[in-house]
T-cell receptor, first 111, second 112 residues
Framework: SQTIHQWPATLVQPVGSPLSLECTVE??????LYWYRQAAGRGLQLLFY??????ISSEVPQNLSASRPQDRQFILSSKKLLLSDSGFYLC??????????FGPGTRLTVT | DAKTTQPTSMDCAEGRAANLPCNHS???????VYWYRQIHSQGPQYIIH???NNETNEMASLIITEDRKSSTLILPHATLRDTAVYYC?????????????FGKGTTLSVSS
């Protein structure tokens, strides 16, 4: 199974509030995991990727952070949200053939 | 990643085959062809990929020309739910830390 779970599905948060988005995946152990953000009508922006527990690589310096406390759990966080953090957040896993499977996404609106 | 060229839009009647072309004339020998789609308001969905042989799965077939400079994604019996933007991507398989870069893709509209 390549099922990827993300929650919440939608979120409205005020500027300056904290954020925690969770992603859990099913399937083989030690998957490569990704956090992407997609602004309306735009392409995918890679935020973080992880090749294993506790291993996080950041692609874009910003007020977001990621953690991987368990093999199949990937968390995206922020201490203080900005208006520019609004977007569609997608968790993905990469399979052995290089293909990536995406979760259903979390639509975040910062007001 | 090699550059790809796709038509901006295509129409298809429900129940007919949808053939979506992609040109990738600068593809390298170790680069695969991947197809994804994104239905409105949903996350991207992986469809199929291949290196040089034709591939088929439960969703679609992928036909890659012998010189590998172009490919065609075939949805054999399109349904209304196949209306989406389809992206052709060419990249090396073992790129753990690099993002998928979607171009403009082809907007496929399936109508009854």
């Amino acid at each position: 199974s390549q099922t990827i779970h993300q929650w919440p599905a939608t979120l409205v948060q005020p500027v300056g509030s904290p954020l925690s988005l969770e992603c859990t995946v099913e399937g083989t152990s030690n998957p490569n995991l990704y956090w992407y953000r997609q602004a309306a009508g735009r392409g995918l922006q890679l935020l973080f990727y992880s090749v294993g527990i506790g291993q996080i690589s950041s692609e874009v310096p910003q007020n977001l952070s990621a953690s991987r406390p368990q093999d199949r759990q990937f968390i995206l966080s922020s201490k203080k949200l900005l208006l520019s953090d609004s977007g569609f957040y997608l968790c993905a896993r990469r399979d052995y053939g290089g293909e990536q499977y995406f979760g259903p996404g979390t639509r975040l609106t910062v007001t | 990643d090699a550059k790809t060229t796709q038509p901006t839009s295509m129409d298809c009647a429900e129940g007919r085959a949808a053939n979506l072309p992609c040109n990738h004339s600068t593809i390298s020998g170790n680069e695969y062809v991947y197809w994804y789609r994104q239905i409105h308001s949903q996350g991207p969905q992986y469809i199929i990929h291949g290196l040089k042989n034709n591939e088929t799965n439960e969703m679609a077939s992928l036909i890659i020309t012998e010189d590998r400079k172009s490919s065609t994604l075939i949805l054999p019996h399109a349904t209304l739910r196949d209306t989406a933007v389809y992206y052709c991507i060419v990249r090396v398989a073992n790129q753990a830390g690099t993002a998928l870069i979607f171009g403009k893709g082809t907007t496929l509209s399936v109508s009854s």
